[in-house]
């Protein structure tokens, strides 16, 4: 899409830009260069999602875009819909529209081995009445099948698979994919509408990702990442589509309308070697090949498996790449199943046509499946750095994949009475290149005399405390906060920045005391021996004072900051300041209901269940009385730091991003004088105090009449002076 030309004219482009962001000088060139900047934009958005290789860093391209959104609100004519802007998530999608692709979308016939290939390629060269046949061979992408439509250049609709003539229209979601185009200069090509197909991806490292984060919340992980993706391009909120960071390959043109009269020069329908010559001919070379056609959405700025296919003359070659290909398929950065092997002339194409299922001029080769057998021989209980208590199944060794597997997450006590798990059981396990593996399922019917129901533990496999489980959660918990299997993890949230702000403790000096024996729990934050530490490799007089003074500083903390650092199980920042605000000392706690809890704001039923089960462990009241006696402040001192009430008994909340204060500064003078912070957007809130960018919050409080809306100054202006 870029040659080393324009590459070089863009880098200088995006210096000029950064040089006017860092120095300010920014108001006389909007009018002028916003395409330019959008220019910019795009072309690392294309660096770094297409070619993976960035030329800025993530914080340059931040600055590029908020100043692009800066001039666009000034300037709302220049907002076009391709613009870098306009992916940015609108909200929630009401439904999904049933739409009809414009050429059907079909399935594509199957191979297992080269017999199967062989025997594929005998009959297309009967069909074609030739010896020898060129054929690209490209990755088959194990993901969700879309289809995109551009018109005059821009992306106008993306849709489904479906039953393959009718799909859902996903356009909203689509836009949030990086890697997808908003625009593309067809036109140059003499296209005015186009229709291409692609999967979308979830790469493993994402997947992975994403997956340890639904088992930390106790929820079942996807089994791969298919269904990952394939469930992403449905869900209803948009920005919630951006932040999974799915990936498009584009690897097909069903068809292309010309500028001229709208007359389909591509399409499954058509002669395409007829169309295909006329392109060639009059529109700057239209390629007359697939991988020509790959190639061109390539340099359109799509992302296609032009450099994972290959061409080959004859059935021999095809059969070596996909050979190739399957060794080295873990190695992959994305899953792949198999490989798609098509004639490569147009033409060729035409003349072969195709069956009412799938194409005679194409073929998918799929690899070896990956699930094997095993037998389940025992079940482990690990404990997580939340306290959640999870199974993990030791099976007979098997190889699955390229991998021998000895050991599967069965996530929770449910998830083995649903898959109906015995011990003994012979069961039926899939692994998917780096994907955690599942168990599919059991077999009943192969259990034996000797098998033996799976007994789930009532204390804590690592320090014997009893186990809990909230009412409607699949996950038992260790509560216990000195419990070694969550000790460290506590320790780094507890001296994070949000929560007692202990400078200089970052986690890798919590792990390194903790392993060397010189912190074991939270309260032996208070009694490190600075002498020990001293002796450390790396660790200085000055180093040693500083941390020293950033411990003792801690001891004053605002009680909220303490109870956040608690890592309480559902207790965020906001929920942590209205407790604060509930009692006069910490452990004043003790002597209040669940019922009561229940009566503060924003505090549902399982914020305070979590609050009580806390308050009521002996180990955690030990814990608390402990770093009383060590001089943590657990009293309440709001009352004495009020500057005053100015703000009582009002509710305000922040969003977008302020420029005069921090976010944390301004809610902290809300507290100060006497108001609140609300958690979200309710009939409760008095006033929304409105930032650059703001987003959802503001469009929800324009519907609640009784909420004021303001903006930074505004808020400033109610503060006592």
């Known amino acids: 899409m870029y040659q080393q030309e324009q590459t070089i004219v863009l880098q200088q482009k995006t210096a000029v830009w950064l040089l006017s962001v860092n120095g ?39 600055s590029l875009f908020k100043l692009l959104q800066q001039f666009e609100k000034e300037n709302p004519s220049l907002i076009t819909p391709d613009s870098p802007t306009q992916r940015v998530g609108a909200g929630l999608v009401n439904d999904f529209v049933k739409v009809a692709h414009l050429v059907p979308m079909l399935s594509l016939e199957n191979s297992y081995n080269a017999t199967d290939l062989l025997d594929w390629d005998r009959k297309a060269k009967e069909l074609a009445g030739l010896d020898e046949i060129e054929y ?27 039953d393959g003539v009718v799909g859902d229209d996903i356009t909203l979601n689509t836009k949030q994919i990086k890697s997808v185009p908003l625009s593309a200069k067809f036109s140059g090509y003499g296209i005015e509408q186009v229709e291409i197909r692609g999967e979308v991806l979830i790469n493993k490292n994402n997947f992975k990702k994403y997956n340890d984060k639904l088992i930390e919340e106790g929820i079942p992980p996807f089994a791969n990442p298919r269904n990952s993706a394939a469930g992403s391009l449905r869900i209803k909120d948009t920005a919630e589509v ?76 095809v ?46 080769f799929k690899f070896k499946a990956r699930q094997g057998t095993s037998e389940l021989r025992s079940v482990e209980f690990q404990v997580g750095r939340t306290g959640a208590v999870t199974p993990v199944a030791k099976i007979a060794p098997v190889l699955v994949g390229g991998v021998t597997v000895t050991s599967i997450s069965i996530h929770n006590e449910e998830y083995m009475k649903e898959k109906d798990l015995m011990l003994g059981d012979t069961i039926l396990i899939e692994r998917s290149g780096d994907v955690i593996p599942q168990i599919v399922k059991s077999f009943p ?58 400078k200089n403790f970052g986690d890798a000096n919590v792990r390194k005391f903790y392993e060397m024996g010189l912190l074991k729990d939270v309260p032996g934050i208070y009694r490190l021996s600075f002498e020990a530490i001293g002796k450390l ?55 209040l209901s669940e019922e009561q809890l229940q009566n503060l704001e924003d505090v549902g039923v399982k914020v305070a269940g979590s609050v ?26 709001k009352k004495q730091a009020n500057i005053s009430n100015s703000l009582s008994g009002q509710a305000f909340l922040f969003t977008g991003s302020l420029v005069q204060l921090k976010r944390s500064d301004a809610e902290e003078m809300v507290e100060k004088n006497g108001g609140k912070i609300l958690s979200g957007v309710s009939s409760k809130l008095n006033y929304l105090v409105v930032g650059e960018d703001a987003g959802s919050k503001l469009e929800k409080a324009k519907k609640i009449q009784s909420i004021k809306i303001i903006t930074e100054e505004e808020f400033i202006k109610m503060l006592p002076t």
């Open 242 to 317: 951006g932040r999974r960071n799915l990936e498009v390959f584009l690897y097909h043109v069903s068809y292309a309308a010309n500028i001229d009269n709208r007359k389909p020069v591509i399409s499954q329908q058509t002669e395409l070697h007829e169309v295909a010559v006329q392109l060639s001919t009059t529109n700057n070379g239209q390629p007359l090949t697939h991988s020509g056609m790959l190639e061109m959405l390539w340099h359109l700025g799509f992302r296609s498996p032009k450099k994972e296919m290959k061409v080959v003359r004859g059935i021999s070659g």
């Open 445 to 502: 019917e192969l259990r034996t005399a000797t098998g033996s129901s799976i007994q789930f533990p009532t204390e804590c496999p690592v320090c014997a405390h009893p186990l809990f489980k909230p009412a409607g959660e699949a996950v038992w918990r260790c509560i216990n906060i000195n419990c070694e299997a969550q000790v460290v993890e506590r320790i780094i949230h507890f001296v994070s920045k949000d929560a007692m702000d202990i």
């Open 612 to 637: 009580y089960r806390f308050f009521h462990d002996a180990d955690n009241l030990r814990m608390l009385e402990d770093l009383e006696q060590l001089g943590i402040s657990l009293k309440n001192q």
């Open 24 to 62: 300010g000088n920014t108001t006389e060139i909007v009018s002028a260069d916003i395409e330019t900047l959008k220019d910019v934009l795009r072309f690392h958005e294309y660096r770094y999602y297409v070619q993976n290789d960035p030329l800025i860093s993530d914080a340059e391209y931040d």
């Open 537 to 591: 490799e790396g660790f200085g007089k000055k180093s040693i004072d500083n941390l020293q003074t950033a411990i003792e500083n801690s001891k004053s903390q605002p009680l909220h900051r303490l109870i956040y650092g608690l890592g309480i199980r559902y207790c965020g920042e906001n929920t942590a300041k209205t407790l604060a605000n509930a009692v006069t000392h910490l452990l004043d706690f003790r002597d």
């Open 319 to 364: 059969i070596q790449y996909v050979e190739e290909f399957e060794v080295k398929r873990d190695g992959l950065p994305y899953e792949i199943d198999g490989m798609v092997i098509k004639v490569n002339d147009l033409g060729l194409q035409e003349k072969l046509g195709m069956t009412s299922h799938h194409p005679r001029w194409a073929i998918a």
């Open 136 to 162: 690209c061979v490209e990755p088959k992408f194990d993901g969700a099948s879309i289809s995109l439509i551009y018109d005059h250049n821009l992306l106008a609709r993306a849709a489904t698979r479906g």
